[in-house]
């Protein structure tokens, strides 16, 4: 489909016929066909619940109430426009077929001005709750109206237009990546600094022609600043010329290798698992799920069916940031520190997942309703993915008399969605287990962002040089997950294990001992993996069969440590980074580990400012986990990067009384 076509489906009120795209670092519109958007109009039916997402009919209330306020500035934008979830407390006690609470969360941007606004809408009542003025410069993530209003302003600029020409390269053949600003101070053309909350964003160029991918293509040493708050050029900066590689950068390459022979899972009886609306029931798990416009996909209400009742374990689970700092000492590469989730969002980049390409074949998929920027509403079709898999031996024991095996062959349950954010592409499963027991994992692929350099040594240094003329910069991602674990309800408490020697008379004992964490600021902790290092939640008031507290523990396994230095502007904006786990007392408008507006933020925002001390034993507890991965690029990476998965496990100590799989049936 023509990307004017997809624009003017997707957001009709947005300024049209450009004629080279943009797609940018999550400027791609995520509808993908008209069909079957159409299709899928319709409104749910049945009761609802608290945290069901807004509707259709919701969305466009909420758009129609800010529109006739007074209050409302002409021709703003709404960034963000998401259910505004209701108290923990009244989705605790919600029983069904009860009146829920629906009100809309609104963030309002006027551009020229620079101004955001802060709305609440009560959508039954057609009223607005609160309409807050956030301080001058406050930059929400960025949204899909500026990713089409920023064409025409670098396309029509001749500094860039020269740039291009000085390397023969025909501006037409030019794709344009859009990202956020950073946080490289910028000059304007007249040398002086662009006044300070200056909603800037920078685009970057790659040379696309007829071949595909441009990020194979980089445009080496051009950078341009654009204001957007006047939507005007503040600065092009030119660094010199690469040589420009024409690599085609082929994914389906001749070759020889024989197709794979079909491999199938039939389920001729249908999924073990019930969907009701956005519930999952599946072997004693039971949770909602949904997908946020900037986290993506969320879990709540986890808990797990034991003696007819259900036993809590989480109430709400959720990515809250993305970081990517890039470890290249150059001018036009040390702004780009991505944060993906609190500059772009990640739920409204979602794809749509493809069966036996993203999916097993037998997966159910549901479909996704997020706010557009001007009052209306899209779906992204297939956004989410539920499917079984096998998960290997769930356990085995062997009679030692008889010889006789008796073990049990597991089953796993996904659900799932990715990302497409500029180059790469982020998975995002959580993984049920039989035994109790819950993964988080996130995949990477996609493509490195690459530079142009002239020579390997150029390129070996300070990354790898993947082919003629082109490099990828050293790279790390950490990602940000809050986990509001509410074991058997609250209060709980958290400890921390350590595994130590200890002083024996034969010389081999060693024992785990457990500390408990006492307040907020104690509870920034780092990993060790000379101690096996875990923490477990708690609960303060309910006990297994032995008396010990029932519980889960956070075992973390992919990590890494940050190494730009400490006064590194970026990092201090992702002072999340500092520590694996922080531990939080809940509170509802503590979301993000960055905080809520990290586009252009200040230092200390985030978790420095939720962690001031307070105690956390036998509190309802907040954990705030960070793993993280350091990218040293390899030649196998181009011009499509293998996937590599990194994750996290949360696994029941003591929640049962014995084995959970013991009545798991054996498998037919």
């Known amino acids: ?45 049945g009761d609802p619940h608290p945290l069901d997402p807004l509707t259709h009919h919701e969305i466009a209330t909420a758009a129609a109430v800010l529109l006739a306020d007074p209050r409302m ?4 934008f709404f960034p963000t426009l998401v259910l505004n979830e209701p108290p923990k407390e009244d989705v605790l006690q919600f029983t069904p077929g009860a009146r829920v609470r629906r009100e809309a969360y609104v963030e309002i941007f006027d551009r020229p001005p620079n101004t955001l606004y802060e709305a609440v809408v009560d959508v039954h009542e057609r009223k607005v709750l609160s309409f807050t003025a956030l301080p001058l410069g406050t930059q929400p993530t960025t949204f899909f109206d500026e990713y089409v209003a920023i064409v025409p302003v670098v396309r029509n600029d001749q500094e860039w237009i020269q740039a ?107 999924p073990s698992y019930e969907v009701h609306g956005q519930e999952v029931r599946w072997q004693n798990w039971q949770f909602r799920f949904a997908l946020h416009p900037r986290e993506g996909l969320v879990l709540y209400t986890v808990g797990y069916v034991q003696d007819g009742r259900v036993r809590s374990i989480a109430y709400r689970i959720s990515l809250t940031e993305i970081y990517i700092p890039y470890g290249l000492p150059d001018i036009n590469w040390v702004w780009r520190t991505a944060f993906d989730e609190g500059e772009y969002g990640v739920g409204r980049y979602t794809n749509s997942l493809a069966v036996n390409v993203d999916v097993p074949e037998h997966s159910t998929f549901f479909h996704a309703r997020l706010a557009d920027d001007v009052g209306g509403s899209f779906v992204i079709p297939r956004a ?159 006990t297994n069969a032995v008396g010990h507290a029932t519980g889960y523990t956070l075992r973390p396994a992919d990590t890494a440590v940050p190494y730009s230095e400490l006064d590194f502007a970026p990092r201090q904006r992702a002072a999340f980074v500092e520590h694996p786990l922080w531990i939080t007392v809940y509170k509802p408008n ?42 040293l690029p390899t030649s196998e990476e181009y011009p499509v990067m293998p996937t590599t998965s990194i994750g996290f496990r949360l696994t029941p100590e003591g929640f049962f009384s014995r084995n959970p799989a013991l009545d798991v049936p054996l498998s037919k």
């Not at 500035?73 to 703003?76: C, E, L, Q, R």
């Not at 074991?487 to 294990?497: G, Q, R, Y």
């Not at 307070?614 to 350091?630: K, S």
């Open 384 to 542: 989410v993915a539920l499917y079984e898999r096998d998960g290997g031996v769930l356990w085995k024991r062997v009679e030692p008399t008889s010889v006789e095996q008796d073990a049990r062959f597991g089953r796993e349950l996904v659900i799932t969605s990715n990302a497409w954010i500029g180059n790469y592409v982020y998975g995002f499963s959580y993984i049920f287990r039989q035994d109790g027991s819950l993964e988080v994992r996130v995949d990477l692929t996609g493509t490195t962002l690459n530079r142009g350099v002239h020579t390997v040594e150029e390129g070996d240094e300070f990354g790898t040089t993947v082919t003629t003329y082109i490099a990828a910069p050293n790279h790390q991602h950490f990602f940000n997950f809050r986990l509001d674990l509410d074991i058997d309800e609250v209060p709980n408490s958290v400890v921390e294990s350590n595994v130590r020697s200890v002083p024996s008379e034969l010389g081999n004992a060693f024992v785990a001992t457990e500390d408990l964490l006492r307040t907020e600021q104690e509870a920034q902790r780092d990993l060790h993996r000379g101690t096996a290092r875990t923490w477990k939640v708690k609960s303060a008031t309910v």
């Open 1 to 45: 489909m023509p990307y004017a076509i997809l624009l003017l489906l997707a957001l009709p009120s947005l300024l049209l016929g450009v004629a080279t795209p943009v797609l940018g670092r999550g400027g791609r519109p995520p509808v993908s066909s008209f069909a079957a958007t159409m299709d899928l109009m319709a409104e749910p039916v």
């Open 164 to 270: 291009m020409q000085r390397r023969g390269i025909n501006p037409d053949d030019v794709y344009l990546d859009v990202w956020a600003g950073g946080d490289l101070p910028v000059m304007d053309r007249e040398g002086q600094p662009v006044p300070e909350g200056t909603r800037i964003m920078r685009v970057l160029s790659f040379f696309r022609g007829t071949l595909p991918n441009p990020y194979d293509r980089p445009i080496e040493g051009v950078v341009v600043a654009v204001d957007m708050n006047r939507l005007q050029v503040l600065q092009v900066v030119d660094t010199g010329i690469r040589p420009l590689s024409l690599d085609a950068g082929e994914s389906d390459p001749p070759s020889d290798r024989e197709p794979l022979r079909p491999l199938r899972v039939h389920q001729p009886q249908g």
């Open 73 to 76: 500035p002409a021709g703003a």
């Open 590 to 631: 503590e979301r993000y580990a960055a905080g809520p507006y990290p586009n252009q933020g200040r230092a200390g925002e985030g978790l420095p400012q939720y962690a001031t001390g307070e105690p956390i034993v036998n509190q309802d507890v907040v954990l705030w986990y960070t793993m993280g991965t350091t990218h």
